[in-house]
């Protein structure tokens, strides 16, 4: 549970970050404010309910973050930067990084559910990869809404994923 819970707890942590990121415009204000609040009250229910469960984000053991684990972080690290600086060389909109962001953190989440035999974290993996090629397809015809599709839904998606995470240890 301990090793689950720490999993959750990252994840829950950087959905939370995707969401007050990106909940601006073209949102109305008010309800950016509502996604905000509903972010950080999913992460606080990731922390009660690992917590109530008898978890503690440690790294005892390590057999869930051992090489594999390492390969596949290397090569999202690799992904984002070599991706970034190919979006700078088109001059794409500003919008395009977090659509890039969510298509390679979905391609991590799928590489860890194979490492992993998760089958959970690959729908979670797959959801993210769409959300972000969708955002990137979204670049010529309505960018403004980039950061809701990749980034806003990106953050729920893993909050989501967060919370079944934690709940199911």
Same mark, same amino acid.
């Given at each position: ?58 790294? %005892? ?14 090569? %999202? ?93």
């Amino acid at each position: 549970m301990r090793q689950q819970f720490l999993g959750a707890l990252i994840g829950a942590a950087f959905g939370t970050v995707f969401v007050l990121v990106n909940s601006g415009d073209p949102l109305p204000s008010a309800i950016g404010w509502v996604l905000r609040a509903l972010a950080v009250v999913a992460l606080a229910a990731v922390v009660v309910l690992g917590v109530r469960a008898g978890g503690r984000p440690t790294l %005892e053991g390590r057999p869930m973050f051992g090489p594999s684990y390492r390969v596949i972080v290397i090569g %999202e690290v690799v992904l984002l930067v070599a991706g970034f600086f190919v979006l700078s060389l088109l001059d794409a909109p500003v919008q395009a990084n977090v659509a890039w962001i969510a298509t390679v953190v979905g391609l991590h989440f799928v590489a860890l559910a194979s490492a992993w035999k998760a089958r959970s974290i690959l729908v979670v993996g797959v959801v993210l990869t769409v959300l972000g090629v969708v955002g990137l397809a979204l670049l010529g015809t309505a960018a403004a809404w980039v950061p809701f599709v990749s980034g806003v839904l990106s953050g729920v998606t893993l909050l989501g994923g967060s919370l079944y995470g934690v709940r199911r240890a």
